[in-house]
């Protein structure tokens, strides 16, 4: 079955980094767009940042843009999220998600698998 396992969240200061990786198995990995999205206490959940299933493109929230970068390596299964410059707002549970084709999609309903999520703090 699909499994999809975030790890490397935890407490960062702002202007700090943290590293998510999600270690997908139980599908094809290097078919499919695998996006990033994230939900703060009290909001819905957002899309924060896709990539192709052969790393070809990337896109990311305007929220993020610059600050974050996605990639991945197929050969490992696994998705990251490199967070630099992190922000207040940036506080949120973040979840890995399968894409239901290679297709990246801003619309969250588009993706089919989750994460459990890892939940990222930024304070002072």
């Known amino acids: 079955q699909v499994q999809l396992v975030e790890s490397g969240g935890g407490l960062a200061q702002p202007g700090g980094s943290l590293r998510l990786s999600c270690a997908a198995s139980?599908?094809?990995?290097?078919?499919?767009?695998m996006s990033w999205a994230r939900q703060a206490p009290g909001k819905g959940l957002e899309w924060v940042s896709g990539?192709?299933?052969?790393?070809?493109?990337?896109y990311y929230a305007d929220s993020v843009k610059g600050r974050f970068t996605i990639s991945r390596d197929n050969a490992k299964n696994t998705l990251y999220l490199q967070m630099n410059s992190l922000k207040l707002e940036d506080t949120a549970l973040y979840y890995c998600?399968?894409?239901?084709?290679?297709?990246?999609?801003?619309?969250?309903?588009?993706?089919?698998?989750w994460g459990q999520g890892t939940q990222v703090t930024v304070s002072s």
């Open positions: 139980g599908f094809s990995f290097s078919s499919y767009a």
């Open positions: 990539i192709y299933s052969d790393g070809s493109d990337t």
């Open positions: 998600a399968k894409a239901r084709d290679d297709f990246i999609s801003a619309n969250v309903y588009e993706y089919d698998y």
